[in-house]
Nanobody, 123 residues
């Protein structure tokens, strides 16, 4: 199982970015996936999750209404669309996967992690 995240970068406050996570060794129809973020020295934070069963999504309160996650089963890739970005969204973003088919926002449930991609939002 491998996850590879793409799409990080620098953007001004109010801007948008889309992160991608390419999955290999498993299919998104069988594994729940999620996005987490972490600022160095701070606790990891759940951002969004996608269940394997029906593609249903969940979001943390801090990003609800601004971020949107989705998956493309034909490409075996999932995405995090981030709009109205704020400086406090600056972090390293990680994608993760679990053999559980129902997603959770608890990082401890995820067995597989991507390498992380840095998002920097300037004011």
């Amino acid at each position: 199982v491998q996850l590879q995240a793409f799409g990080g970068g620098s953007v001004q406050s109010g801007g948008s970015l889309t992160l991608s996570c390419a999955a290999s060794g498993f299919t998104l129809e069988d594994y729940a996936v999620a996005w987490f973020r972490q600022v160095p020295g701070k606790k990891r934070e759940a951002v969004s999750s996608i269940s394997a069963t029906d593609g249903s999504t969940a979001y943390s309160d801090s990003v609800k209404g601004r971020f949107s996650s989705s998956r493309d089963l034909t490409k075996n890739t999932f995405y995090l669309r981030m709009d109205s970005l704020k400086p406090e969204d600056t972090a390293i973003y990680f994608c993760a996967a679990t053999v559980a088919r129902i997603a959770t926002m608890e990082g401890a449930w995820y067995e597989y992690w991507g390498q992380g991609t840095l998002v920097t939002v300037s004011s």
